[in-house]
């Protein structure tokens, strides 16, 4: 994808060769800017500080993370704590543990002198394979959206999501948005409703940023305001991103997305979640019980970051001296989802949907 012109990945390795760039995303969508990462503390920091975010790029990063640890230390030593601090860093986006024991199984086995070689050319085939990944789901999800443009004689298919599922949080094309980017590029005429989603407001610097930054008609509603149009007959389809779903279809995104679940159920507005195979865990059936949600800094809700003249200042907003709690995720239960979206296709939010696309897991 494109910022000001200039074709982008999320993460790559620098033109040193070993040095790992990414795109600052806390600063925006104020100000454009990369960090280096030299050490997989400073991976790991990204990750946790949300320089980085979004399942898919977490994985990537913490990938590029081991890779920086084995060429500082090869030692099995190394491996074991690079793997435990990259791990700890963020716990319900399940792509984090996927791409460590991708790592883990990629270098383990190798002589040392070998591993740095093996970590990087490991990480580079999965940010390689994520951007296939985004662009078939981008392809499947198009479907989606040429069949409702069909009834709509040349109206704008008005499409609500939620955080930013966009290129900003995988490598290239993103999970919600590839589809969007597909009709749009192919001259289909769409309008997005992109929530603010606090309180990080992800929606409102980062799926904005990059639609803007596309050409794609939008506009920024508050979170609360997904229901509203949803009754005025203003939105046709939704479709959002996940950072963990279980073998049964229950989805964890980020807070707020299982209200606007109820609300398009209650609508009769299709629910949609785009998802890469990295993000399912095989592991879990029951998502609201055992997906474990992340707690985040009471700050988080407290503060707001804006521009102030030429100013990117920090802000409170909370009264003083009143506690906040700031769940990150909700879980939408598998019966509130009209389907999922993977690079295989579209399947129902079920156990046996999941299975027809991925009979080797199911079995």
Not at 105 to 133: F, M, N
Not at 145 to 168: D, F, R, S
Not at 238 to 243: A, P, Q, R, S
Request: aromatic letters at 4%; glycine letters at 8%.
């Amino acid at each position: 994808m494109r910022i000001n012109a200039t074709a982008y990945r999320t993460i790559w390795v620098a033109q040193d060769g070993w040095s790992v760039e990414v795109i600052d995303q806390i600063k925006l969508p104020h100000v454009f800017e990369t960090q280096t990462l030299t050490s997989v503390s400073e991976a790991a920091r990204a990750i946790k500080d949300m320089v980085v975010r979004g399942a898919p790029l977490i994985g990537a990063t913490a990938a590029y993370g081991v890779a920086l640890a084995m060429r500082a230390n090869p030692s099995d030593a190394a491996l074991d704590a690079a793997l435990a601090l990259l791990g700890a860093t963020r716990p319900t986006a399940i792509n984090l543990q996927w791409a460590l024991k991708e790592l883990d199984l990629a270098v383990r086995l190798l002589p040392p002198e070998e591993r740095a070689v093996g970590a990087y050319a490991r990480a580079a085939q999965i940010c390689d394979d994520d951007v296939e990944t985004c662009r078939q789901i981008g392809a499947h999800g198009l479907k989606l959206i040429e069949e409702i443009a069909a009834t709509k004689n040349g109206e704008p298919v008005n499409i609500l999501t939620h955080c930013n599922a966009g290129w900003l949080a995988t490598i290239d094309w993103g999970t919600a948005t590839a589809p969007i980017y597909m009709a749009h590029d192919a001259g289909i005429p769409i309008h997005v409703w992109v929530d603010e989603t606090r309180p990080r407001n992800q929606g409102a610097a980062l799926t904005a940023f990059e639609l803007g930054q596309h050409g794609v008609p939008h506009h920024i509603i508050v979170d609360n305001a997904g229901g509203h149009l949803m009754q005025q007959g203003q939105v046709d389809l939704c479709i959002v991103g996940t950072d963990r779903t279980s073998a049964r279809g229950d989805v964890a995104n980020k807070i707020g997305t299982y209200l606007k679940a109820l609300a398009a159920q209650d609508n009769d507005v299709p629910f949609y979640v785009a998802l890469p195979h990295t993000t399912i865990d095989w592991s879990i059936e029951d998502g609201v019980a055992d997906i474990p949600i992340e707690e985040r800094a009471p700050d988080e809700v407290l503060t707001m970051q804006g521009r102030c003249g030429d100013e990117v200042v920090q802000v409170g907003i909370g009264a003083p001296g009143s506690p906040a709690a700031n769940p990150a995720f909700d879980v939408t239960p598998a019966r509130l989802v009209s389907g999922l979206i993977t690079e295989r296709g579209v399947c129902a939010a079920s156990q046996a949907g999941l299975a027809s696309l991925y009979p080797e897991k199911a079995s």
